[in-house]
């Protein structure tokens, strides 16, 4: 299909000449002699011309008027702007409105064909942008946070919820494998700054040095080995979404550059005099709390209370141990398109194994068990020998050996199940602490809810609940 061109021009001679001369060149040709035939094409019939070349006035008005309307109705095109006459003030409107050129009549058929073919080069690249973006945007939907338990389901109302407000910054939480780079996408290509990029970084994958640089940029010689000028992350994210992966991983002294970032929108590219500006929202993860870390002078308290202004947790999967049976098949079918495998029966002794694992990897775990099952399969059958899962069955009651001072004795020969052990080590803890959740789960160096989770795994009862 022929790329479209459309032509306004008022002047009869010069607008055919244009267009046999374009169609020759293999365009599909509209002609538009005024601002309203023209408003009618692009506003009211939603045309879509690759490229728009227009005379900037016209007998009903002014072409740059044409050009804020379409811009404002989110309309792409590049346009290309022929006057006898131009202002200095009538180019730098056009080129705030993000006209391509501005030419003065007449003009050389040569210097036209090569700036439209500018043009042309310009329009495909925005609308393979604009196309991949409005993919991202059907691929990361609210709904891709996927499950029917009750912390799924708070989960996706959040995210709606956030995905509404102009937000800032914005702090996720969660064990590793939970998805908080999915929850980070699902904000940005469903917010307000979806139409901009999404920037990601992971703050552990760099050390100090190399992390500053990346996220500020630098200039030619500001180090050695600095040859050039190099646009940093938070640069790049401007209009769009900087996606801070493992934050607890960044230094102290970098973390102070970050609230300048959040705080004034500006910053200062290493080597750089200058100040530059940048509009942009945050997103940090962890998946240690930045609440604790603070408390312990290892993470700014400024730069802390500025980032959680708004946050979002993450369940692990083994508290929402039921979404397994929404997520399995969707990871098999994704497994099975890579592979061109056809996988389709899941046996009733895959469900009771992976209901009774505890998912220490969570989602992320899961994904690479369905991988390897998966590629290893030769039928249809999910194959329960690849499954490799180490969870042990659940004890019902252990006799538990009695602690000696501060040192409880744990028999490695044997004769008792990882999940015995670990009973075991839960009720001495509990019954030192008076059965004190919040005090158990400070000396067992685990959250309050993961150890909440285990005490019902095991079947461990408060004497207190009794009679």
């Known amino acids: 299909m022929p790329d479209t061109l459309l032509i306004i021009e008022d002047e009869e001679l010069l607008g055919n000449e244009l267009m046999r001369h374009f169609e020759r060149g293999g365009w599909q040709v509209e002609l538009a002699v005024n601002l309203a035939n023209a408003r009618r094409l692009l506003l009211e019939e939603a045309r879509e011309p690759l490229v728009v070349l227009s005379d900037m006035s016209l007998p009903d008005g002014s072409a740059l008027d044409l050009l804020e309307s379409v811009r404002n109705d989110g309309r792409g095109g590049e346009w290309i702007f022929l006057t006898g006459f131009g202002t200095v003030a009538d180019s730098v409107r056009a080129l705030r409105l993000g006209a391509y050129d501005f030419l003065e009549k007449p003009c050389e058929p040569s210097r036209l064909d090569l700036v439209v073919g500018g043009a042309v080069r310009a329009a495909r690249a925005q609308r393979r942008l604009d196309d991949a973006t409005r993919l991202q945007n059907s691929i990361y939907t609210v709904d891709s946070f996927v499950g029917s338990s009750p912390r799924a389901k708070e989960v996706r109302e959040l995210l709606e919820k956030l995905c509404s407000v102009p937000f800032s ?9 939970t998805g ?43 180090f050695t080995g600095a040859r050039k000028r190099h646009r940093g ?38 080597g750089s005099e200058k100040e530059v500006s940048v509009d942009i929202q945050v997103i940090v993860a962890s998946n240690r709390s930045l609440d604790e870390l ?33 997520l399995l098949p969707i990871v098999i079918a994704e497994f099975n398109l890579k592979a061109g495998k056809n996988v389709r029966t899941i046996p009733d002794s895959v469900w009771r194994a992976l209901n009774a694992y505890d998912w220490p990897g969570n989602v992320r775990e899961l994904r690479n068990v369905v991988e390897r099952c998966v590629l290893f399969s030769d039928s249809e059958v999910f194959p329960e020998r690849w499954l490799q899962l180490t969870a042990a069955p659940l004890a019902a009651g252990v006799e538990a050996m009695p602690p000696i001072g501060d040192v409880l004795p744990v028999p490695i020969d044997g004769s008792r199940s990882l999940d015995e052990i670990e009973r075991q080590i839960i009720e001495s803890v509990l019954e030192r602490t008076a059965h004190n959740a919040t005090a158990a789960a400070r000396i067992l160096g685990t959250t309050r809810q993961t150890l909440r989770y285990r005490i019902r795994k095991h079947r461990i009862g408060n004497p207190a609940d009794e009679g």
């Open 180 to 222: 908080k780079g999915l929850a980070a996408r699902i904000l940005h290509h469903n917010g307000g700054r979806s139409s901009g990029p999404m920037i990601e970084i992971n703050c552990a994958s760099l050390p100090r040095e190399l992390l500053e640089s990346e996220l500020l940029g630098h200039e030619a010689g500001a």
């Open 294 to 326: 603070t408390r312990e002078g290892q993470f700014r308290s400024d730069l802390y209370h500025r980032l959680s202004v708004f946050g979002l947790e993450l369940p692990p999967l083994r508290e929402r141990i039921e979404d397994i049976e929404e």
């Open 233 to 270: 992350l938070v640069e790049q994210a401007h209009q769009g979404t900087l996606f801070l992966d493992e934050i607890s991983e960044m230094e102290l002294d970098l973390q102070t550059k970050l609230l300048k970032v959040i705080e004034d929108r500006t910053f200062r590219p290493l």
């Open 169 to 177: 910054a914005l702090v996720i939480g969660g064990e590793t494998g």
